[in-house]
């Protein structure tokens, strides 16, 4: 009985079962931590500290795409056979995650020593989280977790981001004693449990070293696809910064509904983006042609979209009632939440763009987000003329934007299906 077990954990099949009920439960505790978060924090209030979130959404941009191109790097020489240079890889990988990681806390540290010394405790702790989350953008979600590639490794990923999810949940009884500070507190406490577990298991086991022409093989590679994917995930910071420069900080914290019905979709997504990535990777470096790699990725996508099927219509019109019950202050961002449900949906298909990054055709990847961000301009500009300025325009013009890219991926896929490695 238990060799059977550890076969099936083994299993493709368990993975994807496993990964989507965990995604699922976590999806809940994030969706209900967020909900109680938002009841003790006034929009004013969340908007503050939301915005010192958008900072370090563009201090990731430092990374300039080494990490993106170990992503492919590891698994694709590992399929090879090639496991030293894999690993020297990684090394570089992580050399620059530190320094980068050090750069940044180290300055986020005298910036928050100024403000204390000022008497303004608030900034100062603002500040020293922008710190804590560029290491977390960094070392943890772009190194160590991409380290991450087989079978039981994204069975113990997926079983760490469930325990981020419970410290998360349990640790909304600061935002409850200390307000703006809880929140402070609560992503230290998120962080740190990612960061131990996920370093504990990381299935590659190097230190850090730096090593030229590794270095410059990882930029050559990733600096292209870095320029290209951050069309794509600065996009929703875009679009934040854009609501904060309308509408306030009022605005943005109303838009939390919104940004806690993403993270939830997000964190099924990311998920199978993560398995999927590695995987086809992975193939394509063992011969396999285009469309077997999408083969890889449609039954992940294919589960996750049937749980999404299931969950959306029960938010939909479970979600006004649960805002009106719990946050009431928050009424006026639940239009937003609803169309986010849509826009989650939607997004997940473009887990295929993986493709992109690993048959290296960064041009096509391009084409496909400008596709996107274009689609979306125009269509908010269309939503805001006939609207004026409304919470809800974002994200239904975001998943127009989705969908002009997803309609794209197909036709990418089906243009180049025996494509291989050369």
Same mark, same amino acid.
């Given at each position: 009985m238990l060799n059977f077990l550890n076969k099936k954990k083994d299993s493709t099949n368990f993975m994807i079962l496993f990964m989507s009920s965990s995604s699922l439960i976590g999806n809940v505790l994030t969706i209900i931590s967020g909900l109680l978060v938002a009841r003790w924090i006034l929009p004013e209030v969340m908007g503050e500290?939301?915005?010192?979130?958008?900072?370090?959404?563009?201090?990731?941009?430092?990374?300039?795409?080494?990490?993106?191109?170990?992503?492919?790097?590891?698994?694709?020489?590992?399929? %090879?056979?090639?496991?030293?240079?894999?690993?020297q890889y990684a090394k570089v990988a992580q050399f620059y995650a530190i320094l980068l990681s050090s750069i940044i806390l180290i300055i986020s540290l005298i910036v928050s020593t100024y403000f204390l010394t000022e008497g303004d405790t608030q900034s100062a702790a603002g500040f020293f989280v922008i710190g804590l989350l560029s290491i977390e953008g960094f070392y943890l979600t772009q190194y160590l977790k991409v380290l991450y590639r087989g079978t039981r490794d994204f069975?113990?990923?997926?079983?760490?981001?469930?325990?981020?999810?419970?410290?998360?949940?349990?640790?909304v009884y600061f935002v409850y004693e200390w307000g703006f500070y809880g929140l402070c507190l609560r992503a230290v406490l998120s962080?740190?449990?990612?960061?131990?577990?996920?370093?504990?298991?990381?299935?590659?086991? $190097? %230190?850090?070293?730096?090593?030229?022409?590794?270095?410059?093989?990882?930029?050559?590679?990733?600096?292209p696809m870095f320029v290209v994917t951050n069309v794509y995930s600065l996009w929703p910071v875009l679009q934040k910064t854009m609501i904060l420069t309308l509408g306030g900080t009022l605005s943005l914290g109303?838009?939390?509904?919104?940004?806690?019905?993403?993270?939830?979709?997000?964190?099924?997504?990311?998920?199978?983006?993560? $398995?999927?990535?590695?995987?086809?990777?992975?193939?394509?470096?063992?011969?396999?042609?285009?469309?077997?790699?999408?083969?890889?990725?449609?039954?992940?996508?294919?589960?996750?979209?049937?749980?999404?099927?299931?969950?959306?219509?029960?938010?939909? /019109?479970s979600l006004p009632y649960f805002v009106k019950l719990l946050i009431p202050n928050y009424l006026d961002g639940v239009k937003a939440g609803q169309w986010m449900l849509i826009t989650g949906f939607i997004g997940?298909?473009? $887990?295929?763009?993986?493709?992109?990054n690993v048959v290296n055709n960064q041009k096509?990847?391009?084409?496909? /987000?400008?596709?996107?961000?274009?689609?979306?301009?125009?269509?908010?500009?269309?939503?805001?003329?006939?609207?004026?300025?409304?919470?809800?325009? /974002?994200?239904?013009?975001?998943?127009?934007? /989705?969908?002009?890219?997803?309609?794209?991926?197909?036709?990418y896929v089906y243009k180049n299906k025996y494509l291989t490695y050369e």
């Open positions: 500290f939301s915005s010192y979130t958008i900072f370090s959404s563009y201090i990731i941009l430092a990374q300039i795409g080494i990490p993106i191109a170990l992503g492919r790097e590891l698994p694709l020489h590992i399929g %090879k056979g090639d496991v030293k240079l894999a690993e069975n113990n990923l997926t079983i760490i981001n469930l325990m981020q999810a419970f410290v998360s949940f349990a640790s962080f740190l449990s990612g960061l131990i577990l996920t370093w504990h298991w990381r299935p590659t086991k $190097v %230190k850090p070293s730096y090593e030229k022409e590794s270095f410059t093989h990882l930029l050559r590679l990733g600096f109303l838009y939390t509904v919104a940004t806690v019905v993403q993270g939830g979709l997000s964190a099924v997504s990311g998920s199978i983006s993560t $398995v999927t990535y590695a995987t086809m990777a992975n193939q394509w470096g063992s011969g396999k042609n285009l469309i077997q790699l999408f083969k890889i990725a449609v039954k992940p996508v294919v589960i996750g979209a049937l749980l999404f099927l299931i969950c959306i219509p029960i938010g939909w /019109f997940l298909f473009n $887990v295929w763009t993986n493709i992109y096509a990847k391009l084409f496909s /987000f400008l596709l996107g961000v274009v689609g979306w301009l125009i269509t908010l500009g269309l939503l805001y003329k006939i609207k004026g300025f409304a919470l809800e325009i /974002f994200p239904q013009s975001m998943a127009v934007g /989705f969908a002009l890219i997803l309609a794209y991926n197909l036709f």
